[in-house]
């Protein structure tokens, strides 16, 4: 039986206006969800203020959210093997330091 074939894939002309390209610092996302969407807020914290300000709304369907989430992780695995494990302060891995009972 013989494989089907994918229709080879279209290239895409990507804009990136000038604003965008700047980018946006985010050191917090808040997200929420519906049955028809994902909203990710990605804001700005400031160490020892209780508020945080949300810089911009990106809303996906849970679709195109789990898409972003596979693309993520492979690009995260990619930037591991180049550069070394991403810590994440506050991540214990091994409690014991060493030391068995």
């Known amino acids: 039986m013989e494989k089907p074939q994918n229709p080879p894939q279209q290239q895409m002309q990507i804009e990136l206006g000038e604003k965008e390209a700047e980018g946006l610092y985010s050191n917090v996302v808040f997200i929420a969800h519906s049955a028809s969407e994902v909203i990710l807020d990605f804001a700005r914290a400031l160490p020892g203020l209780p508020r945080a ?49």
Do not use: C
Not at 62 to 82: C, D, I, R, V
């Open 53 to 101: 300000k949300v810089y911009a709304r990106v809303i996906l369907t849970p679709q195109h959210a789990k898409s972003l989430l596979l693309a993520l992780e492979q690009n995260l695995k990619t930037y591991e093997g180049q550069f070394g494990p991403i810590k994440i302060p506050g991540e214990t891995r091994n409690k014991e330091l060493g030391f068995k009972a």
